[in-house]
């Protein structure tokens, strides 16, 4: 090949490779330029999202999620919340006696009256005959000592625990008040589920020996948060003393709760990322 036509053959693709780069330049620019309105639409319309989700999050219950619900909850305890009693005992010299005379705990499950979910008193129904009374000792856990226990020296039910005693002097009115424990707690050995209806009774010797005020409560571990499930409280109007009959105070404990789907440290993306997994 001759120089001049080497020389020919260098500018044409000199001016080939030139034309090559100026449209590579201006595609690429184009690129760039679509690329940044992209970003901005793509982040106007997640702060739109953001702003719209946000709002329609304001209408829910937003927490954290509980480490139990009570429908898990398997301990159930009576804690008395002052020291008196139902129906004052005055006793010689004008003295009102203050004292506790535990006769059972027993808990129903739908309406089920003739099984108890838990082990821990007196049959059901509740004889009229204390002979026939029994407390299961071994499914019953005391945070306070008690003043004594009676048990039966004869008869079918001999050396079986009939009751447990605390005297005011024992500090079963402040128990609740100062260490949010109860006095006496058992353990539920059936599953209870998710809206269940539970009917607590706290059974004492009579009315002039069971707490004027207290709740029942529950917790899935021994060790607590104990939860109040149901109060009462005859303070202000005390009942009329009756000894001929075990007293019985009895309270309904619902099992339904507030279920908490978010946690208070999502954020609208985690949520919306969580739901797009079960999609």
């Not at 009895?250 to 919306?272: A, M, Q």
Request: net charge negative; hydrophobic share 35%; with cysteine.
């Amino acid at each position: 090949m001759s120089e001049m036509k080497v020389l020919e053959k260098l500018k044409s693709d000199n001016s080939l490779n030139k034309d090559k780069i100026k449209s590579l330049q201006l595609t690429d620019g184009i690129i760039n330029n679509q690329l940044q309105i992209l970003t901005r639409n793509v982040s106007g319309v997640k702060d739109m999202v953001e702003d719209s989700v946000s709002n329609s999050m304001l209408s829910l219950d937003i927490g954290n999620k509980p480490e139990t619900t009570i429908h898990e909850h398997r301990y159930f305890g009576i804690a008395p919340t002052s020291y008196e009693t139902a129906a004052p005992k005055i006793i010689s010299g004008g003295v009102t006696q203050r004292m506790l005379q535990f006769h059972g705990f027993r808990l129903l499950k739908d309406g089920q009256h003739y099984k108890s979910v838990v082990d821990a008193g007196a049959t059901h129904p509740v004889s009229s005959n204390s002979a026939y009374e029994r407390l299961n000792l071994a499914r019953i856990n005391i945070n306070l000592e008690q003043s004594y226990g009676v048990y039966f020296t004869s008869g079918d039910n001999i050396n079986e625990s009939r009751y447990i005693r605390w005297m005011e002097d024992t500090g079963w009115g402040d128990l609740w008040n100062n260490t949010t424990t109860p006095i006496i707690y058992t353990r539920a050995y059936s599953t209870i589920s998710p809206g269940s209806l539970l009917e607590a009774t706290c059974i004492w010797s009579n009315n002039r020996e069971a707490p004027a005020s207290g709740h029942i409560v529950s917790a899935a571990t021994p060790g607590g948060p104990w939860v109040i499930r149901s109060s009462w409280d005859y303070r202000s109007s005390p009942q009329t003393g009756n000894t001929s009959y075990l007293y019985q105070e009895v309270g309904n404990l619902s099992t339904t709760y507030d279920h908490k789907v978010f946690n208070e440290t999502d954020t609208v993306w985690s949520v919306l990322e969580s739901l797009a997994r079960l999609i």
